[in-house]
């Protein structure tokens, strides 16, 4: 595992935004392990910070052509071509204070960003990167556009751009980034928009503070005018920077295969939230710690009034967990079963084991999307009446699990004695 980054000393510079045309003092400075990335408005009383995660992400909406942070009362706009940077470079943790609502456009590019961060220079961090590995495929789509993210050992990412009316072919680029690859492919690409843009951008306040040398104007032909491109395929490898840029809102470096056609800031900060969600889902999956009735149901798929387990206080994933089920007389099971003097039923005993080792079996990784069933139940014992009022601890452990089977033993225990035990087998079956 590598470890978390910052830079080594602090750094200032200027420059004009690319659509507000504001101009903007800037100073990145190192932050401690855990950090992330923190705007500053150093104009505004009180200095408020945004940090950059999914949460303070504006609507692509409110800022077009622009990925924004902030709230109700404060805003930092283009954000994307640090971003990008502090990716591209592996920089976890720093410290950004402005003087305005819009960071410098510089050349367009990442490229800028990344001779400051040199210069700044970069050091490691006591603790250790946390890397998200896609765990399920996430697609969306959006007016002809899609993107999606893949589950892979690395960061790969593949972007088509089919602008008929920008380019004259269509132009496809995928690679798999590390600093280096980043560095020289991709953080010197420049923004880009088409000539027949420029009036009705600036009409919309927009672009105030582009020019041909921050911007790559593009005529009806896809001809560049008054500049030259760096790469003959430069519009799609800007459009992978973007992507980068907004992808490290999820506030970590990501191990997914992204796979983009005609995507821009609006699909990919959609795209951003899915994974956030699905990081949501694994972290309470990994914790070592409590699952409530609602995490449990989005591991199992048993529901009211089959679902017999109300919480899981213990797991390790794979090997053992330990669940709690509360014994009441308003269990539908006690209406029928002796109302005289209710009893709760062995086979539901057992089938609140078999829930908690399907919990135990289902979380971990490589079962994800699942289900469990019965092959066989043995060794089976009842040694003492479970009632209302009872809470019914459940102990299971791992005999043996692959990828097809699970061989797991079970006990159920109130007030620390043993009222049931059983050993059974579930085929892992991919739902």
Same mark, same amino acid.
């Given at each position: 595992m590598d470890k978390q980054k910052t830079i080594l000393r602090e750094i200032s510079f200027s420059g004009i935004g690319l659509h507000t045309g504001n101009k903007s003092n800037v100073t990145l400075k190192p932050a401690e392990a855990d950090?992330?990335? =923190? !705007?500053i408005r150093k104009d505004i009383a009180g200095f408020p910070k945004i940090k950059a995660c999914v949460e303070n992400m504006l609507s692509a909406q409110s800022t077009p052509r622009r990925t924004s942070v902030g709230n109700d009362t404060v805003q930092i706009q283009t954000v994307e071509h640090l971003m990008a940077a502090l990716s591209?470079?592996?920089?976890?943790?720093?410290? =950004? +204070?402005l003087d305005s609502n819009e960071l410098p456009g510089l050349d367009g590019s990442s490229l800028k960003y990344i001779e400051l961060l040199d210069q700044a220079g970069i050091k490691e961090q006591e603790k250790e990167r946390d890397y998200f590995s896609i765990k399920e495929p996430i697609r969306i789509e959006e007016a002809g556009a899609s993107i999606m993210a893949l589950p892979a050992a690395e960061f790969k990412i593949s972007y088509t751009l089919d602008y008929k009316l920008l380019l004259p072919k269509t132009e496809f680029i995928e690679m798999t980034l590390n600093p280096e690859v980043f560095k020289n492919e991709i953080a010197p690409a420049r923004t880009f928009c088409l000539e027949s843009e420029v009036a009705e951008l600036k009409r919309q306040g927009l672009g105030l503070g582009a020019n041909y040398e921050n911007t790559l104007v593009l005529d009806k032909d896809g001809r560049v005018i008054k500049n030259k491109t760096r790469f003959p395929n430069e519009a799609v490898r800007h459009k992978v920077l973007d992507l980068i840029g907004d992808l490290y809102f999820t506030g970590c470096p990501l191990k997914a295969h992204i796979i983009a056609l005609?995507?821009?800031?609006?699909?990919?900060l959609k795209l951003v939230k899915k994974i956030a969600e699905q990081r949501k889902r694994d972290s309470m999956y990994t914790q070592k710690g409590v699952l409530e009735v609602t995490d449990i149901m989005k591991i199992i798929p048993h529901? +009211?009034? !089959?679902?017999f387990v109300d919480r899981i206080t213990k797991i390790e994933y794979g090997k053992s967990a330990t669940g709690i089920k509360n014994v009441t007389i308003n269990d539908y099971f006690f209406k029928g079963h002796f109302p005289g003097r209710p009893v709760m039923p062995g086979v539901i005993i057992v089938e609140a084991m078999a829930q908690v080792g399907g919990v135990m079996m289902l979380a971990a990784e490589e079962n994800r999307g699942k289900l469990a069933f019965f092959l066989s139940i043995d060794n089976v014992k009842f040694r003492k009446p479970v009632v209302p009022g009872d809470q019914l601890v459940l102990e299971v452990e791992a005999i043996k699990v692959k990828s097809k089977t699970g061989q797991v033993r079970g006990r159920a225990l109130v007030d620390g004695? =043993?009222?049931? +035990?059983?050993? !059974?087998?579930c085929a892992l079956i991919k739902d």
């Amino acid at each position: 595992m590598d470890k978390q980054k910052t830079i080594l000393r602090e750094i200032s510079f200027s420059g004009i935004g690319l659509h507000t045309g504001n101009k903007s003092n800037v100073t990145l400075k190192p932050a401690e392990a855990d950090t992330g990335i =923190v !705007f500053i408005r150093k104009d505004i009383a009180g200095f408020p910070k945004i940090k950059a995660c999914v949460e303070n992400m504006l609507s692509a909406q409110s800022t077009p052509r622009r990925t924004s942070v902030g709230n109700d009362t404060v805003q930092i706009q283009t954000v994307e071509h640090l971003m990008a940077a502090l990716s591209g470079l592996g920089v976890d943790n720093l410290w =950004v +204070e402005l003087d305005s609502n819009e960071l410098p456009g510089l050349d367009g590019s990442s490229l800028k960003y990344i001779e400051l961060l040199d210069q700044a220079g970069i050091k490691e961090q006591e603790k250790e990167r946390d890397y998200f590995s896609i765990k399920e495929p996430i697609r969306i789509e959006e007016a002809g556009a899609s993107i999606m993210a893949l589950p892979a050992a690395e960061f790969k990412i593949s972007y088509t751009l089919d602008y008929k009316l920008l380019l004259p072919k269509t132009e496809f680029i995928e690679m798999t980034l590390n600093p280096e690859v980043f560095k020289n492919e991709i953080a010197p690409a420049r923004t880009f928009c088409l000539e027949s843009e420029v009036a009705e951008l600036k009409r919309q306040g927009l672009g105030l503070g582009a020019n041909y040398e921050n911007t790559l104007v593009l005529d009806k032909d896809g001809r560049v005018i008054k500049n030259k491109t760096r790469f003959p395929n430069e519009a799609v490898r800007h459009k992978v920077l973007d992507l980068i840029g907004d992808l490290y809102f999820t506030g970590c470096p990501l191990k997914a295969h992204i796979i983009a056609l005609k995507s821009g800031h609006s699909l990919n900060l959609k795209l951003v939230k899915k994974i956030a969600e699905q990081r949501k889902r694994d972290s309470m999956y990994t914790q070592k710690g409590v699952l409530e009735v609602t995490d449990i149901m989005k591991i199992i798929p048993h529901r +009211e009034p !089959f679902l017999f387990v109300d919480r899981i206080t213990k797991i390790e994933y794979g090997k053992s967990a330990t669940g709690i089920k509360n014994v009441t007389i308003n269990d539908y099971f006690f209406k029928g079963h002796f109302p005289g003097r209710p009893v709760m039923p062995g086979v539901i005993i057992v089938e609140a084991m078999a829930q908690v080792g399907g919990v135990m079996m289902l979380a971990a990784e490589e079962n994800r999307g699942k289900l469990a069933f019965f092959l066989s139940i043995d060794n089976v014992k009842f040694r003492k009446p479970v009632v209302p009022g009872d809470q019914l601890v459940l102990e299971v452990e791992a005999i043996k699990v692959k990828s097809k089977t699970g061989q797991v033993r079970g006990r159920a225990l109130v007030d620390g004695k =043993v009222v049931a +035990e059983a050993d !059974f087998v579930c085929a892992l079956i991919k739902d």
